[in-house]
């Protein structure tokens, strides 16, 4: 006779907790202190329960599911950043008409490896990881078989991105040929993968245009171009060209400079990243590299759902320089 299959009423007896509770941790909700946790999640393993999704799925009106995932340092951000509403727009591209849907994790970046550990236990279909540091990915990607990263990961993490690198020294080159001088960069945070492409090409294309790198370190963020471009001005009051790690940031730079009687383009141009609606909206309309978010994201989605992924998976796409008012020649 086949045994008896574990429960999940048998997982919070052997936890010391209620079902409910144990239905709240291996779904993955919040407000569940850590020592319950841990009880819970033991009490799985030694058990061998396996939560059925597809049981749970269909209990509530859908098939499937994918799972995106963002680690970000302040979650209460991710809302007001463009870059994670295209990606979500790239899912949803793909899953409308289906009955596939998209189940979100906004993790604080404190609490990513104790989330990320049980996130991996209830995975749907496949996952999506935005933001998602290198060891983490390896060590969640070795925990569920579906998994692409937007950006680059960790060696055997399916990933896709755009060239960081390259559209960051069109823009610098860019700058140059305009007639800049010095053309500094806000960075972004150094151990971001994307980030990282990008400081490394405005690093090379500075280089073979005979000027010394100078960069603020920064991050994704409006609050990052404001006390970037601040640092910079203080320390080279001459800089007349800035190239800004994303869109957001370069709002901030855009601040920065107004706020100390610098006009752009006249004083000061500046490219951004991204090429978001904020481009297109901010004033002057903003010289930005085009990084097909919306593209990768709905690329990743299809390869999840058609299980096309696997350790060799990876993409590259081009980042052209779309080139607007804020970069005019001085």
């Known amino acids: 006779m086949e045994a008896k299959k574990p429960t999940l009423e ?46 749970r799925a269909l209990a509530k009106g859908r098939t499937e599911v994918i799972d995106l995932i963002v680690i970000d340092d302040d979650a209460t951000r991710v809302g007001s950043n463009p870059y994670y509403s295209r990606v979500v727009s790239g899912i949803l591209s793909v899953l409308a008409g289906t009955d596939t849907q998209m189940r979100t994790h906004v993790i604080d970046e404190p609490e990513a490896l104790t989330r990320l550990d049980d996130v991996a236990r209830t995975v749907g279909v496949g996952a999506l990881l935005v933001n998602v540091p290198p060891p983490l990915a390896a060590r969640f990607s070795a925990r569920c078989d579906r998994v692409v990263s937007l950006g680059h990961s960790a060696p055997g993490v399916p990933s896709i991105e755009a060239d960081n690198a390259v559209g960051a020294v069109a823009a610098v080159e860019h700058l140059y040929r305009t007639g800049r001088r010095k053309v500094v960069a806000v960075h972004g945070k150094p151990n971001n993968s994307c980030a990282i492409g990008r400081r490394s090409g405005f690093r090379l294309a500075s280089v073979e245009a005979g000027h010394e790198p100078i960069g603020a370190e920064g991050g994704f963020c409006l609050e990052a171009g404001v006390t970037g471009t601040q640092e910079l001005l203080a320390a080279h009051p001459d800089l007349d060209g800035i190239f800004a790690a ?45 990084q097909p978010v919306e593209h990768m994201a709905a690329m990743a989605t299809r390869a999840l759902l058609a299980n096309e992924t696997g350790p060799h998976w990876q993409h590259i796409e081009p980042a052209p320089l779309q080139i607007r008012r804020s970069s005019a020649a001085a």
């Open 10 to 55: 048998d997982v919070g007896r052997a936890a010391g907790v209620s079902r409910a509770t144990a239905s709240r941790v291996i779904t993955g909700a919040h407000r569940v202190s850590t020592m319950t946790r841990n009880r819970v999640w033991h009490a799985v393993e030694e058990l061998g329960y396996h939560p059925d999704l597809a049981a």
């Open 246 to 290: 994303c869109d957001l940031t370069a709002m901030g730079v855009l601040r920065a400079l107004n706020e100390s009687g610098r006009r752009v383009p006249e004083d000061v141009a500046l490219v951004g990243f991204d090429d978001s609606f904020l481009a297109s909206v901010a004033t002057p309309a903003m010289t930005s590299v085009r």
